[in-house]
């Protein structure tokens, strides 16, 4: 007598493995959490605007007219979000290809604290957060990303800031950059 596959056996009437489970269940948690992510982040922002005594149908009605209502939205929408989608994908490829080890980084800044003796809660704290004497002894630290960098591009809360090349770049340029102040904005002398 033949043994009949059935979805809860194989060819030869044995029950699926570990692994063929895992390779089934993948794609459906693949999906699953980005699509949680999402709504969990509307929901978030649903309660803010219900606190703010916001309709939250008409705030996300005016965010998606405001980014892909007209041709030029779309457009203004692509040209500011493609570099942060750039920047991530270059960071996210570094970060998978080795290049990027976030414990190196953390050990990096972290004897650049102690060389250079920046006081500050920890080694996560924002640049801006620290007093007028730290952010200086983190831009005197800078030389030494000067020595290992072929090119400088500094991130302000998503924002890029403009990039400086190493031949071109100076303590000054960087952090004028770093509190702040565009590339492409005059810097009076």
Not at 111 to 123: E, G, L
Not at 134 to 149: C, H, M, P, R, T
Request: aromatic share 2%; charged share 15%.
């Amino acid at each position: 007598m033949a043994a009949l596959a059935t979805p809860q056996s194989n060819s030869q009437g044995q029950p699926p493995s570990a692994s063929n489970l895992r390779r089934l269940i993948r794609p459906v948690v693949g999906l699953v959490v980005p699509c949680s992510a999402v709504i969990a982040a509307l929901a978030v922002g649903a309660i803010m605007l219900l606190a703010l005594g916001a309709n939250p149908v008409t705030g996300y009605a005016a965010l998606l007219h405001g980014g892909f209502g007209s041709i030029d939205n779309l457009a203004d929408t692509a040209i500011k979000s493609t570099p942060l989608m750039l920047v991530g994908v270059g960071i996210s490829l570094a970060f998978r290809a080795g290049l990027l080890r976030r414990s190196a980084i953390v050990e990096w800044c972290s004897t650049m604290v102690a060389n250079y003796r920046v006081k500050t809660p920890d080694i996560d704290t924002p640049t801006r957060n620290l007093s007028g004497g730290n952010i200086q002894k983190v831009v005197i630290a800078l030389d030494e990303v000067l020595q290992l960098s072929d090119r400088i591009i500094v991130v302000l809360e998503g924002e890029v800031m403009g990039e400086v090349d190493r031949r071109d770049a100076t303590p000054a340029s960087i952090g004028i950059r770093m509190s702040g102040v565009r590339a492409d904005a005059s810097v009076p002398a």
